[in-house]
């Protein structure tokens, strides 16, 4: 996750496919848990597509972001009971930031892992940020394997959280999308903080 981000932020919520995207992750996540006076953590929540969903029915949500213009088109919307961090998610952050310092009922994290240069340390970072029973669901591009640059498989997911400490973890596939020549499959991942 870098500001390389930025380009994309003007257009991204007119995209048709970012859309459909959000809407399909925000309905596998009620699917999962209810949102109803949750504090969430959005990480990695660009311009907002599923906080703006979240913010809905939880009690706070707290968007964090590497991309300032991402950010600024989340801004711009104005959600009562929403803030938002620029900054990578780091250990001296979780132990600075008044922010992050209530921990979270539930963390997630929408197609971001597999952008990750250390996913299953930021792994350990996202736990840490959970109440006890707290919840961490991601979803990414399901990878079949080599060639897909950005995607997870359902053993990488699984590993990864199991490894992180997080209980009864479940890997599924939770929405496919529509693409030129074939369906891209989207897996989600959840798993609870102990």
């Known amino acids: 996750m870098t500001s390389e981000w930025d380009e994309y932020a003007r257009d991204w919520d007119s995209d048709e496919e970012v859309v459909q995207y959000s809407e399909k992750a925000y309905q596998s996540l009620l699917s999962v848990v209810p949102l109803d006076g949750l504090r969430v953590l959005d990480f990695g929540c660009g311009t907002g597509r599923l906080t703006e969903r979240i913010a809905q029915s939880s009690a706070t949500v707290v968007g964090l972001d590497t991309s300032p ?29 008044p922010l992050l310092a209530p921990r979270f009922n539930l963390v997630v994290a929408s197609s971001v892992c597999a952008f990750l240069d250390n996913y299953e340390g930021t792994l350990g970072l996202l736990k840490s940020l959970l109440v006890g029973g707290g919840l961490f669901v991601q979803w990414d591009w399901l990878s079949e394997g080599e060639g897909m640059d950005h995607g997870l498989t359902h053993e990488a997911v699984s590993g990864a959280l199991a490894r992180a400490g997080f209980a009864d973890v479940s890997v599924t596939s939770a929405f496919s999308m529509a693409a030129p020549s074939d369906e891209l499959n989207v897996l989600m991942g959840v798993g609870r903080n102990t």
């Open 69 to 97: 213009a991402m950010l600024a088109v989340l801004e711009r919307k104005q959600l009562p009971h929403v803030s938002t961090i620029e900054v990578e998610l780091t250990e001296e952050l979780v132990e600075s930031c």
